[in-house]
């Protein structure tokens, strides 16, 4: 059983960085694509960004394009999210998913198809 876990969330003020980290213990994640969601209060979870198994392949979602970097490490079994520029919107309960479908040529922005999913980890953006 893959296990997840989230790190590095944290109050910031606006224009601010923060730098999330996803370790997995369990079988190694590098056939894998992963992916960062959030969820704000009173809202559905969403796409943040996806990256492939081997890394050559990242989506982001339109809100932090350009602002948002995913990046995996697989000899250290950790993904990242460098969040920079980051906006009062961009506060919500941020969450790691492992897609178990093995090598899938292209990663996936839909929450359906990710396997295993992390507690995750609070990021709060001031004003």
């Known amino acids: 059983q893959e296990q997840l876990v989230e790190s590095g969330g944290g109050l910031v003020q606006a224009g601010g960085s923060l730098r999330l980290s996803c370790a997995a213990s369990?079988?190694?994640?590098?056939?894998?694509?992963m992916g960062w969601f959030r969820q704000a209060p009173g809202k559905e979870r969403e796409f943040v960004a996806v990256i492939g198994w081997s890394g050559s392949i990242t989506y982001y979602a339109d809100s932090v394009k350009g602002r948002f970097t995913i990046s995996r490490d697989n000899a250290e079994n950790t993904v990242y999210l460098q969040m920079n520029s980051l906006k009062p919107e961009d506060t919500a309960v941020y969450y790691c998913?492992?897609?178990?479908?093995?090598?899938?040529?292209?990663?996936?922005?839909?929450?359906?198809?990710?396997?295993?999913w992390g507690q995750g980890t609070q990021v709060t953006v001031s004003s």
């Open positions: 369990g079988r190694t994640l590098s056939t894998y694509a």
């Open positions: 998913a492992a897609d178990d479908h093995w090598r899938r040529l292209s990663p996936s922005p839909r929450l359906a198809d990710y396997d295993y």
